[in-house]
């Protein structure tokens, strides 16, 4: 079946504990990207990448890493995790970047105390 | 700079009755235009998009959007709402054949179809 995965589904850390949320999607995609989804805000992209090797920052990349060493996996990497980073977090990947719809993962709800 | 809003949080129809979800984008250029569902605990599914072409789109579950230049419009349609459409409905958009540019998604209007 060809989905978006997202690992874990419900995560709650402390302020200042590095995280690591894994995606994985397993239809071949060149393009997949990272948002957070806040009441009233709609989604907002944190980073996204075009291929292997090549990320970008969306609108909201403060606080966030992420690394795109194989085609099929883009994790998020919250270094040292606040607060203000509570929030439901949304992997989506698409064929090629554009005019392709995204694919969407099932979303990590993450809480920082 | 690109931007999408959908004027109202909430809609609220009858189970039978037509339904309207609206967006108007703003953009340089040309738009790429989608509409995403959002079922509860989930993450969002594509219902349609416009990207160039026939003013009137047609995606799944019976949804249509369309699309009006003049007015910088994309408003969701469906003839007949069922109970079963309640959810959350975003509205995204990005300049079109523009490399590396971002997918702007609106706050989202919630759909609420009563029995």
């Keep these: 079946e060809a989905q978006v995965t997202q690992n874990p589904r419900y995560l709650i850390t402390v302020t200042g504990k590095k995280l690591t949320v894994t995606c994985s999607q397993n239809m071949n995609h060149e393009y997949m990207s990272w948002y957070r989804q806040d009441p009233g805000l709609g989604l907002r992209q944190i980073y996204y990448s075009m291929n292997v090797e090549v990320t970008d920052k969306g609108d909201v990349p403060e606080g966030y890493k992420v690394s795109r060493k194989e085609k099929r996996n883009f994790p998020l990497i919250l270094e040292s995790p606040s607060p203000n980073q509570t929030s439901l977090y949304f992997c989506a990947s698409s064929l090629v970047e554009g005019r392709l719809e995204q694919y969407f993962g099932p979303g990590t709800r993450l809480t920082v105390t | ?115």
């Excluded at chain 2, 509409?35 to 605990?41: D, K, L, R």
């Excluded at chain 2, 995204?92 to 179809?113: H, P, Y």
Aim: aromatic content about 14%; proline content about 4%; some cysteine.
């Design chain 2, 1 to 115: 700079a690109q931007s999408v809003a959908q004027p109202e949080d909430q809609v609220n129809v009858a189970e039978g009755n037509p339904l309207t979800v609206k967006c108007t984008y703003s953009v340089s250029g040309n738009p790429y235009l989608f509409w995403y569902v959002q079922y509860p605990n989930r993450g969002l599914q594509f219902l349609l998009k416009y990207i160039t072409g026939d003013n009137l789109v047609k995606g799944s579950y019976g949804f249509e959007a369309e699309f009006n230049k003049s007015q910088t419009s994309f408003h969701l349609k469906k003839p007949s709402a069922l109970v079963s459409d309640s959810a959350l409905y975003f509205c995204a958009v990005r300049e079109g054949n523009q490399a590396g540019t971002a997918l702007i998604f609106g706050k989202g209007t919630t759909l609420s179809v009563s029995s």
